[in-house]
């Protein structure tokens, strides 16, 4: 797994290359400057400290001042920080910075909209997939969280989810639970993916932990609840496959336990930052 620092040695490197031209031939290179950091449009902040770590990774004399915190709600023309030093420094690291600010910030607003469908008396939480960007999964969970939702596995090594490919390469849902419990480790959940009434039955009857309901329709989904309640209690339900915002109250009256949405990480789209140099010395 990539870890930050690596990230953003990757993104410098792929964006100065040899150096930045520009800069170089026609800023002083003793320039000093200021620069505010904006939001442009009404957003969630997420990604203040990957920002300052960019900047710092390029000139570790630097100043950064933040004006707010990751979590918070701000309108637009809100400044959430500035930067100060050298005005090469500046320049050279300011699109990296902000890719990250900008794309951190736009998956917690979209999770915050998420989030807010939910009904004050459900029972269910809003969780995000593994549909991330290479490399920026656990930076794009971290946003998720800031949002206000929750992380599913971090990875295929951190829980147990047997999807419908897994169940024809092992025979049937009982017996790929079954193998799981004997092989898995016994600190880690066992989720099944089902379509139907039948298969969810036959996880539940396995001993699964959860149960991911895929691309049901909310009447099957609830009546899926309802059974499982009574039946095995024990068991956390997940709804999960075309979620949309406008869905979410209605799925979350079903009485599920998670809503997962892939979109939260796949499909947000960045928030408007700008960062414009104030004065110069």
Not at 111 to 116: A, G, M, Q
Not at 184 to 211: F, Q
Not at 246 to 274: M, N
Request: proline share 2%.
């Amino acid at each position: 797994m990539f870890s930050t620092e690596q990230l953003i040695k990757m993104a410098l490197t792929e964006d100065l290359g040899t150096g930045d031209i520009t800069t170089m031939s026609t800023v002083p290179s003793n320039s000093i400057s200021t620069a505010t950091v904006t939001f442009k449009e009404a957003g969630v902040v997420a990604g203040l400290d990957i920002f300052a770590l960019v900047f710092r990774t390029l000139d570790a004399s630097l100043k950064i001042e933040f004006q707010s915190h990751d979590g918070a709600e701000v309108s637009p023309r809100t400044a959430v920080a500035f930067v100060t030093g050298s005005s090469f420094s500046l320049l050279m690291g300011e699109r990296v910075a902000l890719n990250f600010l900008q794309h951190l910030s736009g998956i917690a607003t979209l999770t915050r909209s998420y989030v807010r469908e939910l009904p004050p008396d459900s029972r269910a939480v809003i969780v995000d997939t593994r549909k991330t960007t290479p490399g920026w999964r656990s930076l794009e969970k971290y946003a998720v969280q800031v949002g206000g939702g929750k992380n599913h596995r971090m990875g295929l090594f951190d829980g147990v989810l047997i999807k419908d490919n897994h169940i024809r390469a092992t025979g049937s849902i009982a017996k790929a639970v079954q193998q799981a419990r004997k092989l898995a480790p016994h600190t880690l959940k066992i989720e099944v993916e089902v379509e139907t009434l039948e298969d969810l039955h036959e996880a539940c009857r396995a001993g699964a932990d959860v149960v991911m309901l895929d691309n049901m329709e909310v009447s099957l989904m609830k009546e899926a609840v309802e059974k499982t309640r009574q039946a095995f209690p024990g068991v956390l339900l997940e709804a999960s496959g075309g979620i949309t915002r406008e869905r979410i109250a209605e799925i979350a009256a079903t009485g599920v336990d998670l809503i997962s949405v892939g979109a939260l990480t796949h499909s947000a789209r960045a928030i408007d930052i700008s960062m414009n140099i104030m004065q110069s010395k």
